[in-house]
């Protein structure tokens, strides 16, 4: 498939929004929903196999007005500097139900502790896959979670995070939720409707929204944000704010949303394709 507009396939799938792809030679693997999917990108040509373009198109964001986006949140230096450092970033597409998963395993934890989580539950709970002689295994399903023992899941690695898990699975099965339909409820809405499940907070909540349910307002802050936002955003934000952020080393929940609040204010509707370039920009400068 030949690009018509501007994608970095390995600033998009290194940036922090998903674990479960790995490089292998020149091709990237990833157990996209129930499959396989291999990609790769040489220069403006864009190959894979296990998905049609129309998946693909939509998976990697590539619908998405990249120059629209660059331009409604390129709003100071700093900024600038990541947009032109990361040209081509966009924000992919992810399950609903995978991404939460992914997220709840994210809590205090970096990313390589994160795929771990998820390959241990893939490989425990999951189908096994075969593609290119390599095997891979799909992501448990909610139904498969919400009847595991807690002990099982803690077995994957997951600490405390196993009741996370385990008690969201049950409540999206009890309940009969569609996560999908969130992608039709407002942002502050959905966002709301998102920390009733066990374990998902604020930044989870905003994760999920940006990552999997086409909310690209949400604006997920952690402690690497919060540096952001200390280090150039500092003068834009209430002094009172500014000395609270500096006073301890979290976040609570009213500080929270004053941040996201100002990212949305400044940024625009797609403050969180801000997020994203300046989350992987602050992370690869040290």
Known sequence: MWLDVRFDLDFSLCCGQVFR?????????????????????????????????????YYFGLNDDLNEISHCI?????????????????LVRQDPWNCIVSFICSIQ?????????????????GEKLHFDGEVFYRGPTVEQLAVASEDELRSCGLGFRAKYLRLTAKKICDETIRLETLKTVPYLKAREQLIEFCGVGLKVADCVLLFSLDKPEAFP??????????????????????????????????EYSKLGD????????YA???????????????
């Open 272 to 286: 969180g394709y801000a997020q994203e370039y300046l989350y992987h920009y602050e992370r690869t400068q040290h």
């Open 109 to 125: 934890k970096n990313i390589p502790a994160i795929e771990q989580m998820l390959q241990k539950m893939a490989t425990k709970f």
């Open 21 to 57: 792809w790995k490089r292998i030679g020149d091709w990237w693997y990833g157990v996209v929903d129930d499959s396989v999917l291999k990609v790769r990108q040489c220069g403006s040509e864009l190959m894979f196999e296990g998905a049609d373009e129309e998946f693909v198109r």
């Open 221 to 254: 802050v952690d402690v690497w944000m919060k540096r952001v936002m200390l280090s150039h955003y500092a003068n834009k934000l209430d002094p009172a704010l500014v000395a609270k952020l500096k006073s301890h080393p979290t976040l609570t929940d009213k």
């Open 74 to 90: 390129d709003k100071d230096p700093y900024i600038h500097s990541a947009l032109k450092r990361f040209t081509g970033l966009r």
């Open 262 to 269: 100002f990212a949305r204010g400044y940024f625009g509707k």
